[in-house]
């Protein structure tokens, strides 16, 4: 009789230095919802505390980071409509929209370090983000078509409609990513990047090519962080120094409404087609990097670090982002900002304010929940698994792990089906 057959198992898979056996979030984004997040290490040699990190090792921390930053951007399309009519919420919005997407692309580079071009990640990098990215470009297109009584309304897949530019970056900046990780100096060369684009009027306006180069470098330095930076963030010192930096910034924003043109913060155009020269467009793009930076350190360090009632929220985010922009849209469309008919004025008044931003909040909240995942899942989190040939090297891993478990069995005389076993 034959005996058991041996085979050698296959050399584990080698790693870039600094990276995490955490999945690539691809599902997420993100970016913003990150999936299977990994514990943030405290500082070297101290212990962590047990609620640090959830049963499914996720580190509750960037989960709150998620969240809070998603109802942020929510808070801050409410406030769109205000804008020609209020100091205050024009001041609001510009303070907002200095750093709540850059923490949010922080974070996706931050958990995009261990990506690579293997047919694992780029199925997920197709699944979590083009295809998604295909969908709700039609899905946008055919509700305008119907909520703004717009019946020719085109659908354009090369340029990304409202929220959608978020989906088309991410998939640039993570094939990328293999480049970013060889370079000496990557955050130089990719603020540079930035820079370049930001005084170059002639760069394509297709797949909004601007914003993926001049948020670019808010992703490298994600790429580029480790556990240990996100800890430096924890001390008080730190924390406490948020608060005035946070209420100088909230204060400048209020003085600059009405001289700063707030189109800045969309990183969509170059300082000449903003109105100023080159040199004036290139300092604008270094002194908003910078401020940016300082404010998603400020934000970041008043994040909870423990778990929350919305922690569980954060693995949704990419659901309320994508989502929340037919309310954000259609509530324009179908006049719920109007003053034309009586007692519509309410809105914009600052008791209205406040009630819309409550109402933004609670939108996201539940756009982010897991019956509204569920049911969303096919659009934002598709499977397709017969889009893609097998991976022969998980295949043969897989084998390999199975014979040696079998051959283990079968030399301790019991099955693994055994119920002895």
Not at 162 to 181: D, E, G, K
Not at 369 to 392: N, Q
Request: include cysteine; aromatic fraction near 14%; hydrophobic fraction near 45%.
């Amino acid at each position: 009789m034959q005996g058991p057959r041996s085979h050698a198992p296959l050399p584990p898979e080698r790693k870039p230095p600094g990276t995490s056996d955490a999945p690539d979030s691809t599902r997420t984004t993100d970016t913003p919802d990150v999936s299977g997040t990994p514990s943030m290490p405290g500082t070297s040699g101290k212990a962590k505390k047990p609620d640090k990190t959830d049963t499914a090792g996720r580190d509750p921390f960037f989960d709150n980071a998620k969240y809070l930053a998603i109802v942020l951007v929510a808070c801050a399309h409410s406030w769109e409509p205000f804008r020609n009519d209020s100091r205050a919420a024009t001041a609001l919005y510009m303070f907002v929209y200095t750093f709540h997407m850059p923490a949010f692309i922080v974070i996706s580079g931050y958990f995009s370090r261990g990506f690579d071009l293997s047919p694992r990640r780029l199925h997920r990098l197709v699944t979590g983000i083009l295809v998604p990215y295909v969908l709700f470009e039609f899905a946008y297109a055919f509700f305008r078509r119907w909520a703004d009584d717009d019946p020719t309304y085109p659908v354009n897949l090369v340029d990304p409609y409202f929220l959608n530019w978020f989906l088309v970056a991410l998939f640039v900046w993570r094939l990328t990513t293999p480049i970013w990780r060889t370079l000496r100096w990557p955050v130089p060369i990719a603020v540079g990047i930035a820079l370049l684009s930001a005084v170059t009027p002639d760069v394509d306006s297709n797949l909004d090519l601007q914003r993926v180069l001049q948020f670019l470098p808010f992703f490298v330095l994600g790429l580029v962080l480790n556990p240990e930076h996100f800890a430096l963030l924890r001390r008080r010192a730190v924390r406490l120094a948020a608060l005035p930096v946070g209420a100088t910034a909230l204060v400048f924003a209020y003085w600059a409404a009405p001289r700063l043109n707030y189109q800045w913060f969309y990183r969509r155009d170059s300082g000449q087609d903003l109105g100023v020269q080159a040199w004036a467009g290139g300092a604008m793009s270094v002194g908003l990097f910078a401020c940016s930076m300082l404010l998603t350190a400020c934000f970041l360090a008043w994040v909870p670090r423990r778990r929350m009632w919305f922690t569980a929220l954060g693995a949704g985010t990419l659901y309320g982002y994508l989502l929340h922009g037919f309310l954000v849209k259609g509530s324009v469309w179908w006049g719920w900002y109007d003053t034309d008919w009586p007692h519509a004025d309410w809105p914009h008044t600052p008791l209205g304010m406040v009630a819309v931003t409550l109402v933004a909040g609670v939108v996201i909240t539940l756009l982010c929940t897991e019956p509204v995942r569920r049911v969303f899942r096919f659009a934002v989190e598709p499977r397709m698994d017969w889009l893609f040939r097998p991976d022969p090297v998980a295949q043969a891993r897989r084998r390999v792990q199975g014979d040696v478990q079998g051959d283990g069995d079968r030399d301790s005389g019991q099955s693994r089906s055994s119920p002895v076993a």
